[in-house]
């Protein structure tokens, strides 16, 4: 009898460790497809399968699923969204092809094109930010100056809060305008900047597994004008009258952009006039909202989620209640990363459920304003928000790292 594989398209940091741990206890085997397997470095440390395949060419990645079930029986195909956040409408069409359960490719294509997903969830009567998409600088500093400065500017297509700032004068909007369509920024087809409102107030982050809400987390922010996370704090805390409202608003995106099949994770702001929608993403929340989910409520969002990609019932049942944080670790300058320690000193702080170090000793530090700024995490969870902090920052204080300067080329 053929042995049962999990396919993954392309990997993940975070997410794909947990992905092939999760499709190793339910006795699958996991093999990845990606373009240039060498850049997870997990995968060797996991000894999982990994074929080099274009996963920009769909046909080539249906001939590949086609060998490969010649040696086993392929329960289901999944994978991670990168920058262009493209690979989830691929693996749609993947499962489609070979009769598999998945994601409706239409679906998520609309959602992958933030201008497109605005216009969407404005047409179905969603609270979001006033926008408009321009191409040049004139249509920028136009739809910009129509809409009321401070605004956010963002490429239409991409994730991570990549090329995302806040401009709140005429001379940064000019700045990220010059910078965007300047040639720093990677465009994978025409560049389409959105222009929108900067909707202010608290942000949170609501998981989604089918149409059930898991969660609702706070979310923070470094220093202005970038949106690098700083904190992640589930559950959020919340008045049930705001609780509803937000996850009502967080469902309805799903039925105004035809979703439902497996997770959503939808960003929103607290503004003055309630809950207003930033984006919508269809999958899973990245490393480590999974493991702070499983740590507030007992629910293993990777593992239903395997569950049902091959086809089994899930069970989303919470069988706790705890608050469960995240801290990135950020450095302030750019050089070469020297040393970093004391992670196995915090790791021990009562409290404490995980310490990891993205990068080692030698590694160039070079900020970009985005979520390849962290070098790390640190996750705490306790019956209350307040232990779990204590916690947390009594681990913070442990961990240390030396970044030496690069060399002043001026001098």
Not at 99 to 112: F, K, Q
């Amino acid at each position: 009898m053929a042995r049962k594989a999990l396919i993954l398209v392309e990997g993940h940091r975070g997410n794909g460790p947990l992905h092939i741990q999760a499709a190793q206890r339910l006795g699958l085997r996991s093999i990845t497809l990606a373009a240039d397997p060498a850049q997870y470095g997990y995968l060797a440390a996991e000894r999982s399968e990994a074929i080099r395949v274009d996963t920009d060419n769909l046909d080539a990645l249906i001939r590949e699923c086609s060998r490969l079930r010649a040696t086993y029986d392929i329960a289901g195909i999944t994978g991670f969204a990168g920058d262009d956040e493209s690979v989830p409408a691929t693996v749609g069409k993947l499962c489609r092809h070979f009769d598999l359960p998945g994601p409706n490719p239409a679906s998520i294509e609309r959602c992958c094109d933030k201008f497109v997903q605005r216009r969407a969830l404005a047409e179905a009567g969603v609270p979001v930010p006033a926008y408009r998409v321009a191409a040049n600088a004139t249509e920028v500093e136009s739809f910009a100056t129509e809409i009321g400065l401070p605004v956010i500017l963002k490429p239409a297509l991409g994730s991570g809060s990549i090329g995302v700032r806040l401009c709140r004068n005429l001379h940064e909007l000019a700045e990220h305008t010059a910078y965007l369509l300047g040639g720093k920024h990677l465009w994978r087809s025409s560049p389409r900047i959105l222009v929108e409102e900067f909707a202010q107030g608290p942000h949170y982050s609501i998981d989604i597994m089918g149409d059930e809400v898991i969660g609702i987390a706070a979310l923070d922010f470094g220093p202005p004008p970038h949106f690098v996370y700083r904190e992640l704090t589930y559950p959020a805390v919340l008045t049930e009258d705001k609780h509803n409202r937000i996850a009502d608003v967080s469902l309805s995106c799903l039925r105004a952009l035809s979703l439902g099949w497996g997770p959503t994770n939808v960003e929103l702001r607290w503004t003055r006039r309630g809950p207003v929608v930033i984006e919508v993403n269809p999958r899973l929340p990245g490393s480590p909202a999974p493991e702070l989910v499983q740590l507030a409520y007992g629910v293993d969002l990777v593992t239903e989620h395997i569950k049902l990609v091959i086809g089994a019932e899930w069970n989303l049942h919470k069988s706790h209640s705890q608050t469960a944080v995240a801290r990135f670790l950020v450095p302030d300058r750019d050089g070469t990363l020297d040393w970093i320690g004391g992670n196995s000193r915090a790791a021990a702080v009562p409290g404490v459920a995980e310490v990891n170090f993205y990068v080692a000793p030698k590694t160039p530090i070079v900020r970009t304003s985005d979520y390849r700024d962290f070098i790390g995490h640190v996750t705490a969870a306790s019956p209350n928000l307040a232990q779990t902090k204590a916690a947390l920052q009594r681990a913070v204080d442990l961990i240390d790292w030396t970044i030496i300067p690069l060399p002043n080329l001026g001098e």
